[in-house]
């Protein structure tokens, strides 16, 4: 244990930008337990004596036209956004990398099955699709998350296939061959151990990748609905005051959102850098 | 022969999308002619729009009617405005096509001089530009950046329009000949409507350009980097060529390829933020007119749009396609 922690260390101090994105991810997931215990005022309670203030000591982030405190609400967001981008490539994760290496690994006719399905998905534009999507099945929150996983599986399948397909004639799956193992424990306890670090890697870079998809989807209405506090829908919210000057509703939601997917992109980098030091740019 | 076999390789991906655009709404959870009614219709009067739109019978027979239907251009009527939804989207569609090819221009216009500049002084002020914009560009929510360009450069500057559609209420548009007002009043010699015009379209198009030059930016950098490492870069410098010559002709040339193959992206990037840049921007294009139909749950046109909107993308990576082939002989040989 202490000798994993050495090397964490040692890691992190190689290169402080991935300290930073651990750090920042470590604040967000601390958000997403604790803010709503934490926060100052409640994320709906309305007060309309006080609407459209700008950031002050009471309100550091302003309020919104109802009045609602708009740090609050930032900060109470943090469960959901972070709970649909997980959720969603959680589910991403999971049956894209399944399939993926079944196709990679079996070869045949299960390839070419999983090879068209995924060649399907990548014919559209990612975030069109999701829009089709979630019109098709309904306009919730479930739905969003279904649709931020389909149009992110493909990555996952194509990754999964083309590290399986490599490694199922290496030596070490032979002997595990060799010994009477059956398909699915090589698959499973043998190949999937092996692409792991690659596919953490994705895990972070599309995390950054689902919670703009999921903003973006609730920007246009989708999904999650007022009064519920999430970045993307208080970014549309305070649209229409950007014009009339008062910046605040809209920005500060906009920058959270964007530090969010900041954080999971740098720490994606760093974690590449990690696994494979060659595709260091 | 080679352009050919390349619309060949493009048949199973418009057959797919076409499948699932038709399963979108077919053969889902929930029952579509509750969609197509409408959220005030009588259990009558949604049997009747079963019936009528064929959802009573078998899903290989309604599929046989829908492709008769994408033969003829028929892609339903809107509910909420009763206007065929093909003609609508056409008539949309040049709004969207202006703004995204902008935005195509902008981005490459961009990325590729700084990925070039980068990569021939690894380590200077350029070369972490380069990074730092490739690294925020994807972070950053396209309708976020659009809304503070509004605010910095219409509010505070006051230097662009109202966020308010194509063109300001003192213009009238240009003469119809391809629906590009920049292209339509440049013809029509009418360069007032043209400087309206453009003044309209830059914020969306530099909000959408933001966030799509990343990836070509980052490839530009590596594939140069590659390019300029490599032997026949080495030969050239030796045998004294300028250096713009072994940068532009030899190193470039050369690294041109793995760019063009990640105009893909773009192009998915591009026309997934067109929606989003839209809405911000009161746009008229058929984004806009998606998204209203999304919200009033009037399914025909957002079938449309998303079939629309990937036929457009299968052609734009055909295009990719063929120029790619293009570039590279090689590619010619073992295709």
């Known amino acids: 244990m202490t000798e994993a922690l050495r090397h964490a260390r040692y890691v992190l101090s190689e290169n402080p930008v991935t300290a930073f994105a651990f750090g920042l991810f470590t604040f967000f997931v601390l958000c997403a337990i604790l803010g709503p215990a934490l926060v100052p005022y409640s994320p709906t309670a309305s007060d309309t004596a006080q609407a459209l203030r700008p950031p002050s000591a009471a309100h550091l982030f302003g309020t919104d036209q109802l009045g609602r405190d708009i740090f609050s609400r930032v900060v109470v967001a943090t469960r959901l956004d972070l709970g649909i981008a997980v959720t969603s490539v959680a589910l991403a994760f999971g049956i894209g990398t399944l399939s993926g290496l079944c196709a990679g690994y079996f070869g045949g006719l299960t390839d070419r099955i999983i090879g068209r399905i995924v060649d399907t998905i990548m014919a559209f534009p990612l975030f069109v699709l999701a829009m089709g999507i979630v019109a098709a099945l309904g306009n919730t929150l479930a739905n969003i998350i279904y649709a931020t996983a389909i149009i992110n599986l493909p990555i996952y399948a194509r990754l999964a296939r083309t590290e399986a397909n490599v490694r199922r004639e290496a030596g070490f799956v032979e002997a595990a061959r060799l010994c009477g193992n059956s398909e699915a424990r090589i698959v499973l306890g043998q190949i999937l151990p092996n692409i792991m670090p690659l596919m953490m890697v994705q895990v972070s870079l599309t995390l950054g990748y689902a919670i703009l998809n999921a903003a973006g989807l609730s920007f246009i209405g989708l999904g999650v609905r007022p009064p519920t506090a999430e970045w993307g829908i208080m970014v549309a919210e305070g649209a229409s005051n950007i014009i009339s000057g008062e910046w605040w509703i809209a920005l500060f939601p906009g920058l959270v959102l964007m530090a969010a997917v900041f954080c999971f992109n740098l720490m994606g980098d760093g974690l590449r850098d990690m696994v494979d030091p060659r595709k260091r740019t | ?335």
């Open chain 2, 1 to 335: 022969m080679i352009v050919l076999r390349r619309l060949a390789s493009a048949l199973p991906s418009i057959a797919g999308v076409i499948v699932v655009t038709f399963l979108l709404t077919r053969a889902l959870p929930g029952d579509p002619a509750i969609y197509f009614a409408g959220p005030a219709a009588t259990e009558q009067a949604i049997e009747e729009i079963r019936h009528k739109l064929g959802f009573d019978r078998s899903l290989p027979v309604q599929f046989v009617g829908y492709l008769k239907d994408l033969v003829h251009g028929n892609l339903g009527n809107s509910l909420s405005t009763g206007q065929p939804v093909s003609q609508e989207l056409l008539t949309r569609l040049p709004a969207s096509a202006e703004l995204t090819f902008l935005a195509l221009f902008l981005s490459v216009g961009i990325a590729v001089p700084l990925g070039i500049v980068a990569a021939t002084r690894p380590g200077s002020w350029v070369d972490h530009t380069c990074r730092i914009v490739t690294t925020a560009g994807v972070s950053l929510p396209v309708f976020f950046t659009g809304l503070l360009l509004i605010y910095v450069f219409y509010y505070l500057v006051g230097w662009a329009p109202a966020p308010l559609g194509r063109l300001d209420i003192y213009n009238s548009a240009p003469p119809f000949r391809t629906g590009f007002y920049l292209i339509d009043s440049f013809i029509a010699g009418d360069f007032e409507t043209f400087r309206a015009a453009l003044a309209q379209l830059a914020l969306p198009a530099f909000s959408m350009a933001i966030f799509s030059l990343a990836p070509l930016a980052r490839v530009t950098r590596a594939s140069m980097l590659a390019a300029l490492g490599s032997d026949f870069v080495r030969t050239a410098k030796a045998s004294g060529l300028s250096h713009s010559r072994v940068v532009y002709i030899y190193g470039f040339r050369n690294a041109v390829l793995p760019v063009i193959t990640t105009l893909g992206m773009v192009f998915s990037f591009l026309l997934g933020a067109n929606v989003l840049v839209e809405k911000v921007f009161a746009w008229p294009g058929i984004g806009s007119y998606a998204i209203e139909a999304l919200i009033a749950s009037d399914y025909a046109p957002v079938q449309g749009f998303v079939l629309i909107m990937a036929l457009l993308y299968v052609l734009l990576n055909l295009a990719i396609d063929l120029i790619y082939g293009l570039v590279d002989p090689r590619v010619r040989f073992t295709a």
